[in-house]
């Protein structure tokens, strides 16, 4: 799948060696969240388009490549503060994670992505949360999406 990256991205994915950093912009929203929780996985806080993501460590393990099932994301984000468990443990139905390649040096401009998925099961201790996440499974989506029946297609019958 080809990729449309900045010059200034490309470059430094060219180069031998760079100065330039990639940082990860992890987005958790739900309707129950008064406030979605932004981090990003660097030492200090980033604003990017408007958006403060505060600095978290956290981990992204993805997937293999598939072509027959839909892939799953394992996500390892630190359990220093106990917001994150205590959102988790609020909310009743899946969250929505949203991810996205940034460059450090010019954070507004989204490299790759936003990749959005659903987080799909979470289990956490003292130390880390460690969560599943989902993409839309469209491979099980029914085909056509419409039925055919008379209530909904009289002039068919």
Excluded: W
């Excluded at 880390?128 to 029946?149: I, K, Q, R």
């Amino acid at each position: 799948m080809s990729r449309t990256l900045s010059q200034a991205a490309r470059q430094a994915v060219n180069a031998q060696e760079t100065e330039e950093v990639f940082l990860l912009l992890l987005t958790l929203d739900h309707e129950d969240l008064a406030v979605p929780i932004r981090v990003v996985n660097n030492t200090e806080d980033v604003v990017s388009r408007g958006d403060t993501f505060i600095a978290y460590p956290f981990e992204i393990a993805l997937p293999d490549e598939d072509p027959d099932s839909v892939a799953r994301v394992t996500l390892r984000i630190d359990n220093v503060d106990r917001e994150i468990v205590k959102n988790l443990r609020e909310i009743s139905s899946p969250l929505s994670v949203g991810l996205e390649v940034v460059m450090a040096a010019s954070p507004d401009t989204v490299e790759a992505g936003p990749f959005n998925m659903t987080l799909v099961s979470a289990e956490y201790d003292a130390l880390t949360v460690t969560g599943e996440l989902a993409f839309e499974d469209v491979l099980n989506e029914p085909f056509p999406g419409h039925s055919y029946v008379p209530s909904e297609y009289p002039g068919l019958f």
